[in-house]
């Protein structure tokens, strides 16, 4: 039972290049977020979604999109990086609204 | 502006002591948690309180939930240097029928003094 994996751990691009944040987990949660942590700003939702095919836009959707064509998996795609994007991205789980959430470790990027 | 406010940012006490920290938020919820994040890690979910629950415990930790207030409260007892980390509470908030998302605080940075 791996939980929620997120991959790369880190990640350094340059400033108009897109990529692939992964986040998968294996506990056939429903939900699922992504969120970005900068210094002293807390956790900021990017995108949610509730089950397959069903994302919505949180807090600071900007410059960021997602899918969630399959349960396990919830991509979060930077469309033309910006130096703004610089953050540490968690991915998060949970079954339904009684249970808390199970966070991946993170992946820090960097734009350049 | 985020939905849940933090008080204090940051609080330091002596091993042994109780560290109180709070939450407010502005809209209404299905329900309110707190997390635990060690310096450069993820989040460890901690305790959940319903809407309609007013107090919870577990172990050393109380979290208590005022509704009419829009406010909660993390309690942990007896802190312990291991206790280090920063707190976050969020809320579970539901946004269309079936759907919800959970919005976080700014957090509480909490140091335990030997």
């Known amino acids: 039972n791996a939980g929620v994996t997120q991959t790369p751990k880190f990640q350094v691009l340059k400033t108009g290049q897109s990529m692939t944040l992964q986040c998968a987990q294996d506990m056939n949660h429903e939900y699922m977020s992504w969120y970005r942590q900068d210094p002293g700003m807390g956790l900021r939702l990017i995108h949610y979604?509730?089950?397959?095919?069903?994302?919505d836009q949180g807090e600071v959707p900007n410059g960021y999109n997602v899918s969630r064509s399959t349960t396990e998996d919830f991509p979060l795609r930077l469309l033309s990086a910006a130096p703004s994007q610089t953050s540490v991205y968690f991915c998060?789980?949970?079954?339904?609204?009684?249970?808390?959430?199970?966070f991946g470790s993170g992946t820090r990027l960097t734009v350049v | 502006s985020q939905q849940g406010e933090e008080d204090p940012q940051a609080l330091s006490i002596q091993e042994g002591e109780n560290a109180t920290m709070n939450c407010s938020y502005k809209t209404s919820i299905n329900n309110l948690q707190w997390y635990r994040q060690n310096s450069g890690r993820g989040l460890v979910h901690l305790i959940l309180?319903?809407?309609?629950?007013r107090e919870k415990h577990s172990g050393r930790l109380r979290v208590t939930l005022d509704t009419s207030k829009k406010s909660s409260s993390l309690l942990i007892t007896a802190s312990r240097a291991a206790d280090t980390a920063s707190y976050f509470c969020?809320?579970?908030?539901?946004?269309?029928?079936?759907?919800?998302?959970?919005?976080f605080g700014q957090g509480t940075r909490l140091t335990i003094n030997p």
């Open positions: 979604s509730v089950g397959a095919g069903i994302t």
């Open positions: 998060a789980s949970s079954y339904r609204d009684r249970y808390g959430y199970t």
């Open positions: 309180i319903r809407s309609n629950e």
């Open positions: 969020a809320t579970d908030i539901p946004v269309w029928r079936g759907a919800q998302k959970l919005v």
